[in-house]
């Protein structure tokens, strides 16, 4: 079994580490965080990610899997290292902040006096990755022996581990093809389960990761024009969607109307990618990503409007807000759109009465003026309003005739549309949907 090293750990960078050594490879995971090495030391996974928390104990009581903040563990005990820290966008433009990836290289170039692979999956802009197989040659001991190879990433948060332990493919762009089969015997659980192996260059491997995410980007905003035309005309933007999704060259998944995408991946990537086209002189042929964008932003602003036609005025009114994280299954907050348009409803005087099933102490740690409810049926009470805006399953489940008695109105708005219409019409309630008129004429 190989001697790995992972280097980052936040999600991709714990998630990796955990299930590679549960595949039973020596793994020892990099942080210049003291604070969360210290905790993850001890099987504290500090978000939320279903399986993770036991995976990560049961590989810690194996031994394959420890935690340092010391590069010279790294260089000295492990053979491939996997380059996880993040790229998020930053401050002052919509390009990647390189910053952390500069600082990793730079620290970890040096220490290099043995032949290794470094293996990059941190989601860069096309060209990186070339940049950082010359830095290591210039800038280590080991000159050309040390190797890069790219291995973009593609798990969702939520189901973090199933996907890396059963990825859908595994991308390398290398520069010596031998790499290839030091990276097939790491993988080789994911390759035995038949995942596709695809062996490109550095550039292609790159862009295959913002590929993939514009085109997702893409499928959600184009369902969602859909939606708002879909109310203008009375037509359903689900059925469209099945409809649509019958085509199998379309496809139904990530045709699911609604608020629209969030989280620490999408936006950024798609303005990242647009950033570094315009710097390749393709500013045209990718402006339509800022369109993405800008139709994704539009989702947020909507569902303002539709509280305030709703309410008539928002200020004053009591609003309960179902769901913070920006998807269900994670504690992730950054750039949720559910957060975004509660912040929108305070800041426009009303109350606000937050649930989330795991993402409140997130909430609570950002001193936002919200108030956060951890019991959810008392987040109902007195509500002029209730906006369904992450779609956890438990809301699904909500018994709306019990909740009823708690409300001021029963009146809902299902920002994710897959509430069930004719419950909560039973219940007496009066339920509205993004594209799915019928109930809009109600408001
Ligand atoms: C995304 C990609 O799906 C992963 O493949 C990729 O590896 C990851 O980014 C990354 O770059 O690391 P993730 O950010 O976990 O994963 O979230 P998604 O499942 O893609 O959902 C993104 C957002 O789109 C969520 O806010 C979700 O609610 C929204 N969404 C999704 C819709 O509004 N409609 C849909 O039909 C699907």
Same mark, same amino acid.
């Not at 109902?380 to 509500?383: K, P």
């Given at each position: 079994m190989a001697r790995l090293s992972v280097i980052g750990t936040g999600y991709l960078g714990v998630t990796h580490a955990a299930c590679m050594a549960s595949l039973g490879h020596s793994v020892v995971a990099l942080d210049i965080d003291e604070v969360k090495i210290a905790a993850l030391s001890v099987g504290t996974v500090p978000f939320h990610e279903p399986e993770l928390p036991e995976l990560l104990q049961a590989s810690i009581a194996s031994g394959n899997l420890a935690f340092t903040s010391s590069w010279s563990d790294v260089a000295v005990g492990a053979d491939v290292h996997f380059l996880c820290v993040g790229t998020p966008q930053s401050a002052g433009s919509d390009a990647a902040d390189m910053g952390q990836i500069r600082a990793a290289v730079a620290t970890l170039a040096p220490l290099l006096s043995k032949p290794c692979i470094v293996v990059g999956k941190s989601t860069v802009p096309v060209g990186t990755a070339q940049w950082i197989a010359d830095y290591f040659e210039a800038n280590s001991p080991a000159g050309k022996d040390v190797h890069l190879v790219w291995n973009p990433e593609f798990l969702r948060e939520g189901f973090a581990v199933k996907d890396t332990l059963y990825p859908d493919r595994i991308v390398l762009g290398v520069s010596h093809s031998s790499d290839v089969e030091v990276l097939r015997e790491v993988y080789a659980s994911a390759l035995k389960n038949d995942a596709p192996l695809i062996s490109t260059d550095y550039a292609t491997a790159e862009l295959v990761k913002v590929a993939a995410n514009a085109f997702l980007a893409t499928k959600i905003s184009f369902i969602n024009a859909f939606a708002d035309l879909a109310d203008k005309v009375g037509a359903d933007v689900g059925t469209l969607a099945d409809a649509i999704g019958h085509d199998s060259r379309i496809g139904r998944r990530f045709l699911n109307a609604g608020i629209g995408f969030g989280g620490g991946c999408l936006p950024k990537d798609i303005r990242a990618l647009q950033a570094r086209a315009n710097e390749l002189g393709l500013g045209e042929q990718f402006e339509f990503l800022k369109n993405v964008d800008s139709v994704n932003k539009s989702r947020r602003a909507r569902m303002v409007e539709l509280a305030r036609e709703a309410l008539g005025s928002i200020d004053g009114k009591t609003i309960t807000i179902l769901g913070a994280a920006f998807k269900p299954d994670s504690d992730d907050i950054r750039d949720s759109p559910a957060l975004d348009i509660a912040l929108a409803l305070a800041n426009s005087g009303a109350a606000v009465q937050l649930h989330d099933p795991v993402a409140l102490p997130q909430v609570r740690a950002r001193n936002l003026p919200v108030t956060a409810i951890d019991d959810v049926s008392e987040a109902? /009470?007195? /509500?002029d309003l209730v906006l369904h805006l992450t779609e956890w399953k438990n809301y699904r489940d909500l018994n709306p005739a019990t909740l009823g008695e708690k409300v001021s109105c029963k009146r809902i708005i299902d920002g994710r549309n897959v509430l069930d219409r004719e419950v909560w019409s039973n219940a007496g309630w009066h339920i509205t949907y993004l594209g799915k008129p019928g109930s809009l004429a109600a408001l």
């Open positions: 109902f /009470a007195n /509500a």
